[in-house]
C-alpha cells in the first residue's frame, strides 16, 4: 500500500486568512508532507500565511474553484493520490484516513466524505441543507446513481482517475462535474461518513447559496447530454408534445364549442407534437448508443486488465540462438524478469472502523 509520500494534500483557497493556517498545520501534523495551497488571488494575506505554515503555495492563473483544481491536479502536482478539502477549517485533517484507506488499499477510485454522516449544528443553513438535498436528489434522478453528498469538498482521488474526466466548471460546480464523470466513465466511487464543522466566526463564506445552486442544476441537466440523452432530450421532446397537445385541445376545443378556427395555434400545436416526437426518439437512439459505446469501453478495460496481469505472470524471456555482437564465440545469456506487485485487500469491519460505501460501475 502506498505511504503518505504519494498523497498531495490540495487546499484551493481565496481569502481563508482565518483558517489556512490551523488547516496546513492540521494535515502535516497528521504527516502529510506534500501540502499545495492554489491561491486565487487572496487579498488578506492567505498566501503567506499557508507559506509560514509550511504549504507549497501557487498562484492561480485563473479564477473559481473549478479552475483551481484542473490547474493543480495537471500542472503542479506530482502525487499519484489527491487529497481534496477547503481551507475553511470546516473539515477535519484527523479524518483524512477515511478518504485515503479505500483510496490506496484499492477499493476505489474516488472518495467523497459524506458531510451529513456527522453535520455539526451551525455547520450548514438550513436553506443550504435544502439545497443540497434537492441537488443530490436531482443528481440520482438524472445520472441514476446515488453518491449521498455530490456537493462535498472532501474527497480522494487517483490523479489518472482526474486525467480520465473531462472537467470545464470553473466555480463551485467542480464537484458536481466529478460526481457526474465518475459515473460517466464508470470510475469506482465509494462514499465515506466524515465530520462538518461549522465555520470559525471570523471566517466569511464565498459560497452564494442561489446562483451557485442554479449554477449547479444546469450543470447537472447539460452533463445530462452525453450520459443519459433519454433524460436530456426525452425532457424537451416531453415538454414539447405536452404543449403541443395542450395547443391541439384548446383549437379542438373552441371550434366545436364556439365555432372559431386558430389556424395559426393550429399550426404551431403540430409543429410542437412533431418536434417532441422527433427528440423523444432521438434521446431513444443516443441513449442506445451511448450504452454500447460503454459496453465496448468496459470490453477494452477488460481486455486491459487481463493482458496487464498475463505480463506480470509471465515468465522471464529467454532468447535462445541469439548471439549479441560476439566475435569471438561467447554468448551472453541474459535474464529479463519482470516482477508485478498486487495489492492485497483484506474485508472485515475493525472496531472504530468508519462504514464505507462503495458504488461500482454498472456493468
Known sequence: MA?????CILLPTYNEAETIESVVSG?????FDNVLVIDGGSTDGTPDLAESAGAQVVKQSGSGKGQAVREAVTRHIEQPYVLMADGDAT?????ADRLLEPLLSGQAAHIIGNRFADMQPGAMTKLNQIGNRVINRA???IHGRDLTDILSGYRAFTRQSFQRSSLTASGFGIETEMAVECVKHNISTAVVPITYQPRPDESDTNLRPFRDGATIILTLYQMAKTNNPLFYFGS????????????????AYD?????????VIAVVGSFAILLGIQLLMFGVLSDMLVAVNREQTRRLEDIAVQLTRENRTRPADVF???QVGDTDGHEDDTDHAETGATDHVEDGDAEGEPAVSTHQPDE
Open 3 to 7: 505511504d503518505r509520500d504519494d498523497v
Open 236 to 251: 424537451v421532446g416531453l415538454g414539447s408534445t405536452v404543449v403541443g397537445f395542450g395547443l391541439g385541445a384548446f383549437v
Open 320 to 322: 535462445d540462438d541469439q
Open 255 to 263: 371550434w366545436v364549442v364556439n365555432g372559431i378556427s386558430h389556424e
Open 27 to 31: 494535515f502535516r501534523e497528521q504527516g
Open 91 to 95: 473539515y477535519r485533517p484527523d479524518e
Open 139 to 141: 443528481f440520482e434522478t
